[in-house]
């Protein structure tokens, strides 16, 4: 993801900034918050080379939980640091969870739709390996039923499992 796509998303209605506090996401980490009448968003990147290492995406006035990508090179190092200080970096504020995004595509049709005051689609997509993909595939058809549906059962038949052992 780059920092124009999404200064282009906000409009560049930059709000606020300056250099992130956490060392995560190296020395040249600075954040920038963004706000409309409809939403807020912020985002963490390298003033350096303009990678993205966070982003995140709020409804103002609104129960929906916010949206947040981190770059899947940089999880870890974020999950270290908040084990460290102690910080749940699943809670956006409030106690309320963000929901995590990994598909880059994902979160910018999320963020723009938000930042717009459009409807969007609250499914969130998943990557999947193109090998992984194609033994899904044989396997939906020998069933005669779809990826999705297959996805569906099997994520479903985890969920219940976990439910069960706890």
């Not at 997509?125 to 939906?140: H, N, R, W």
Request: glycine share 2%; with cysteine.
């Amino acid at each position: 993801m780059l920092m124009e796509q999404l200064c282009k998303t906000f409009e560049y209605k930059i709000s606020e900034g300056s250099e992130y506090q956490w060392s995560c996401y190296g020395p040249n980490a600075r954040f920038l918050d963004f706000d409309n009448e409809y939403s807020m968003a912020s985002v963490i990147f390298d003033s350096k080379n303009q990678r993205i290492y966070q982003a995140e995406v709020w409804i103002k006035n609104s129960n929906d939980n916010p949206y947040r990508w981190v770059h899947p090179d940089y999880v870890n190092q974020l999950a270290e640091e908040s084990k460290s200080k102690g910080v749940d970096n699943t809670i956006a504020f409030d106690n309320v969870k963000f929901i995590v995004v990994d598909v880059e595509e994902d979160f910018l049709e999320k963020a723009t739709a938000i930042w717009n005051n459009l409807p969007f689609d609250k499914r969130l997509q998943v990557p999947i390996d193109e090998d992984v993909f194609y033994d899904l595939a044989k396997l939906a058809h020998e069933r005669d039923i779809t990826v999705n549906k297959l996805v569906e059962n099997i994520l479903t038949e985890l969920i219940e499992r976990e439910k069960n052992e706890m």
